[in-house]
Each structure stands twice: as C-alpha cells, then as structure tokens.
C-alpha cells in the first residue's frame, strides 16, 4: 500500500511555469512527453511500499519509492516538477539491476546513478521505453556511470533518436542549459518481445503503436502482477499528453490493458504507480480529448476546452504544450 505519499508530495517543486512550457514547445517539436503526479496509488496488499530517505536528510531531488515483492524489489526514482514529474524504474533481483528510462534532466540522471550504486549490484542492461526526450536525455549520464550495462530499446526507436534526437536535445537547451544531454544516447541492442527472463525474474515485452508515442514498450512482470506501462497509461489527477492524433488506437491498446487480469500495480512514465482505474481515467481523458479535438478548430481552443473539461486535474499548462504539437502536426 502506498501509505506514505510524503515523498512525492516533496516533488512538487517550482512547476514549469506556462510561459517556460510553450517557450519548450515552440522549439521542440513532438519531443517528450512526460506526465504529471497522480493519486490512485496501489491497491496490491503485497506491496510494501516506503520512501526511501528522506529528501532532507539524503540532499535528493527526487523522490524515491521502493515496491518490494519476495525477492524483487521496484525502485521509482520520481523526478522533480522540471524534469517532468518522468520516472526511472529500477528492477532490482537478487544479482543485478535493469534500469528503465534515463531521465529529462543530467542532474536527475545522476541521482538515478547514485541511488543505483549505493544497491550494490551490477546494472544488466538500461533499456528506454519510447523515443522522447524525457525519458532518454539523461541516458548519457546512465551510460558514463554504467559503462558495462546494455542499452536496449523496441526495434524502432534508435532509428528515431538518430533521426530527430539531436534536434530535441538542440530545442530544449535554450531552457535548460547543461542540464540537458550534450548527445544522443542510441540504444544498441533491440529488445525481444515476449517473455524473457533477466536475473530470475519474468519480463513480458510488448510492442504497441500509435498510441501517446508512436513506439512504445509495455512490460508485465506475471508473477509479481506488475503492469509496466509507461506513457500508456497516465495518472487519474494528472492531465495526460496528446500530441499527435492517435485517439482511437490509443482507446484500443487502453482497452487490450484493461483485459489483461490480475494487474493491479501499474507503473506509469511519470508520477507514483496507480491501480488499474487509471486505465479507465485514462480512456476516459483520450475520448473526451478525441471529442475536443474534432470540435475545436485550433489549438487555443482545444487546450481551453479540454482544461475546462477537466478543471480539477494538475498541469494544466501541459495541455497547452500537447495543443501545439497536437494542431502543428495537422498542418
Ligand atoms: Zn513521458
């Protein structure tokens, strides 16, 4: 149960102000895309869940939170406001650690590095989950402190990052300096969909398309009933990205999550893990998104309209982000 939230709420640091947002938006083009802190946490009763040190005491800038199942344990490094509230995943078995996502921003990377160190286990492999830049720039930094690990990602996604990575990297270091990656970090291997055992722990890699990302990796681990779905499946509290016109495949592949059972932890690509009513919070937000988008004529309005929609929801600035890569890709 996820009976301390404490740690999360020290996240909300100095959110990305509107205006910082559409300065990033303007140059970046279909970059990343993170997500915000949510609310529906775990429900599993075999989940034990803490926050790790304190942020005070350890000097941290993000959040950790441990999930431990039997000998596997679920590390979320949860990074600041600035960083896109984006998460890393720390699988620790009883050898190794397999890392997944890297990080917006290098400092926040190096955090990862360090907690990862202070386990005491070698890094397997570092594998990305889809190609933007939020949950790859700081892979640069993962690949300095872990040069032995592998780098995998969805047969796909290297091409992407060579494609238009240095780009997005050039877009947002107007606003963040040498906090972003100086170069793009190309996975090396791809990764094998369908079951794979890494340290004695089950993966289950799928592939999905067009969905919050043109390319996105899903994992299950089955016997810990852990549902990794990354930017597929967003929090309930939160405001979910829409940047490209993908509404209905992404409403179908929420659904094929929906069917699978026994799933009740689920890990997302940004903010703590929720339960599977995040999948129907999600389906809900992409239909209603879908409904704005065909009534709304520019990006001002659908932002307007789909923040009105829904006014309880955090980083609401964010829609205004997916709005301008939303309607700019329609040209
Ligand atoms: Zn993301």
Redesign the pocket.
Same mark, same amino acid.
């Given at each position: 149960m996820l009976s301390n939230h404490s740690g999360f709420q020290r996240l909300s640091q100095a959110a990305l102000s509107r205006s910082r947002f559409l300065r990033l938006a303007a140059g970046a083009l279909l970059p990343?895309?993170?997500?915000p802190p949510s609310a529906a946490a775990a429900k599993n009763p075999e989940l034990a869940q803490n926050n790790g040190a304190p942020a005070a005491a350890s000097g941290r800038m993000g959040a950790i939170l441990v999930s431990q199942f039997g000998p596997v344990k679920i590390h979320s490094y949860l990074s600041p406001a600035d960083g896109?509230h984006?998460n890393t995943q720390m699988i620790e078995g009883p050898t190794a650690v397999v890392i997944f996502d890297g990080q917006l921003l290098l400092p926040y990377a190096g955090e990862v590095a360090s907690y990862v160190q202070a386990l005491g286990k070698p890094v397997d492999r570092i594998i990305l989950s889809h190609a933007?830049t &939020?949950?790859w720039s700081g892979l640069q930094v993962l690949t300095e402190r872990f040069p032995d690990a592998r780098v995998l990602a969805l047969d796909g996604v290297a091409d992407q990052l060579r494609a238009r990575g240095q780009a997005r990297l050039d877009s947002f270091r107007p606003i963040y300096g040498d906090r972003i990656a100086t170069k793009v970090t190309i996975p090396t291997e791809t990764i094998t969909e369908g079951l794979q055992r890494i340290d004695g722990i089950t993966y289950d890699f799928r592939r999905f398309v067009d969905a919050e990302s043109d390319l996105q990796l899903a994992a299950l681990l089955p016997e810990q009933k852990v549902l990794m779905a990354? &930017?597929l499946v967003f929090s309930p509290n939160e405001h979910a990205?829409t940047l490209v016109d993908h509404f209905d495949h992404w409403i179908i592949i929420l659904d094929q999550l929906k069917a699978l059972q026994g799933y009740d932890t689920i890990t997302i690509?940004?903010d703590r893990p929720v339960n599977r009513s995040a999948i129907d919070s999600t389906i809900s937000y992409v239909k209603r998104a879908k409904e704005i988008h065909a009534a709304s004529a520019d990006a001002k309005t659908y932002s307007e309209n789909l923040r009105a929609a829904f006014p309880d929801l955090q980083h609401a600035e964010w829609v205004d982000l997916s709005a301008k890569l939303l309607y700019a890709a329609r040209r």
């Open positions: 990343f895309v993170g997500l896109f984006v933007h &939020d949950h990354f &930017d990205f690509g940004h």
